[in-house]
Structure formats: structure tokens, C-alpha cells
């Protein structure tokens, strides 16, 4: 797969400092309280390689705040393994809510562009599968959003304990 020359590979955390996560990387950029409107990026969805009957996973997401607060309004995709087989799909978080799987299509390769923006106590989360042309957009509110990051992120999401990390090869974002 050819990659733009515009995606990178991601980092551990950047911005006004720096820091180390178990599970995560990726860009997280920190501000002042409230400082933080909007948020937009795009990726590579990479293919994962799963082994025989594992569950594994991986997440792929952008979005304000939880690198400073307890909130986090974000959006993104997953690759995963279940019982062995990749699963692919797109979905958004008002984080304490569970996460809303969203219903477009999400393939290996598939270039992905998305935005958080806050307005009038409103969130706004959206994204688009550039290969298909599928959209999708959703409004929600969090209790005392911080505004106060910007984050762009590849993660083993988290379940209590970290969860078992998908073989996800490199991920491009831009």
C-alpha cells in the first residue's frame, strides 16, 4: 500500500510536555481550560493480523480532552480480532458514555477524516470514509468539559485493564 506523503507515524505524547502511556500513542496537545474548539485528522485504517481464536484490539481516534481531564469527546475506528477474525468498524465516544458504534463502512486502507468541534455546549463529532464517500455526524454534551487538549491517538483501548493490543503493523495519520 502506497502511503501519502502527508501521514506520519505516530509519536508518544507531544505538546507543552511530555509523557508515557501503557497503551497509547499518538499527539496530545495541551492548553489552557476551555482553549480547545475543534479538532480534525485523518488516517490510514491498517490492516490487522490475528492470531488463531484471539480477541485483540485496536483503536484509532481523534478528539478534546482525557489527556487532562476525566472527559473525553472523541471519534475514530477499530481493527480487531475476535476469535480470530479482523473486525472493522467506526464509532464515537461522549466518554463517560459508552462508546456508539457508527454505521459506515471501514476497510484496511480506507482513508479516514474526522473533526471534534465545540460550540454552544455542544459537541459535534463527525467523520468520513474518503474512499466510499460514507458520513456520518452526531451532536452530544459532557458533563464539565475541560476543552483543554487535542489529541490524536492509536490505543489498546482499556476495560478496567488495558486490553490485549491488535497485530496492527503501522498506522498513518495526517
Not at 474512499?131 to 455526524?137: I, K, L, Q, V
Given at each position: 500500500?502506497?502511503?501519502?506523503?502527508?501521514?506520519?507515524?505516530?509519536?508518544?505524547?507531544?505538546?507543552?510536555?511530555?509523557?508515557?502511556?501503557?497503551?497509547?500513542?499518538?499527539?496530545?496537545?495541551?492548553?489552557?481550560?476551555?482553549?480547545?474548539?475543534?479538532?480534525?485528522?485523518?488516517?490510514?485504517?491498517?490492516?490487522?493480523?490475528?492470531?488463531?481464536?484471539?480477541?485483540?484490539?485496536?483503536?484509532?481516534?481523534?478528539?478534546?480532552?482525557?489527556?487532562?481531564?476525566?472527559?473525553?469527546d472523541?471519534?475514530?475506528?477499530?481493527?480487531?480480532?475476535?476469535?480470530?477474525?479482523?473486525?472493522?468498524?467506526?464509532?464515537?465516544?461522549?466518554?463517560?458514555?459508552y462508546?456508539?458504534?457508527?454505521?459506515?463502512?471501514?476497510?484496511?486502507?480506507?482513508?479516514?477524516?474526522?473533526?471534534?468541534?465545540?460550540?454552544?455546549?455542544?459537541?459535534?463529532?463527525?467523520?468520513t470514509?474518503?474512499?466510499?464517500?460514507?458520513?456520518?455526524?452526531?451532536?452530544?454534551?459532557?458533563?464539565?468539559?475541560?476543552?483543554n487538549?487535542?489529541?490524536?491517538?492509536?490505543?489498546?483501548?482499556?476495560?478496567?485493564?488495558?486490553?490485549?493490543?491488535?497485530?496492527?503493523?503501522?498506522?498513518?495519520?495526517?
Open positions: 500500500m502506497q502511503t501519502p506523503d502527508n501521514y506520519h507515524k505516530p509519536k508518544i505524547r507531544a505538546g507543552t510536555s511530555s509523557g508515557y502511556s501503557l497503551n497509547w500513542a499518538g499527539y496530545a496537545l495541551d492548553g489552557p481550560v476551555g482553549s480547545v474548539n475543534d479538532v480534525k485528522g485523518s488516517w490510514v485504517v491498517p490492516a490487522v493480523t490475528c492470531a488463531k481464536k484471539q480477541d485483540q484490539y485496536s483503536a484509532f481516534w481523534i478528539g478534546i480532552d482525557r489527556d487532562m481531564s476525566s472527559t473525553v472523541q471519534i475514530g475506528t477499530s481493527g480487531d480480532c475476535r476469535k480470530g477474525t479482523p473486525v472493522y468498524y467506526a464509532w464515537y465516544e461522549f466518554y463517560p458514555a462508546p456508539v458504534n457508527i454505521p459506515i463502512s471501514v476497510n484496511p486502507g480506507n482513508i479516514m477524516s474526522a473533526e471534534v468541534s465545540y460550540s454552544g455546549g455542544l459537541f459535534t463529532v463527525s467523520i470514509n474518503t474512499n466510499t464517500s460514507e458520513a456520518y455526524s452526531t451532536t452530544g454534551t459532557v458533563s464539565n468539559p475541560q476543552r487538549s487535542a489529541e490524536w491517538i492509536a490505543e489498546a483501548p482499556s476495560g478496567g485493564s488495558i486490553l490485549p493490543l491488535a497485530n496492527l503493523g503501522t498506522v498513518y495519520y495526517g
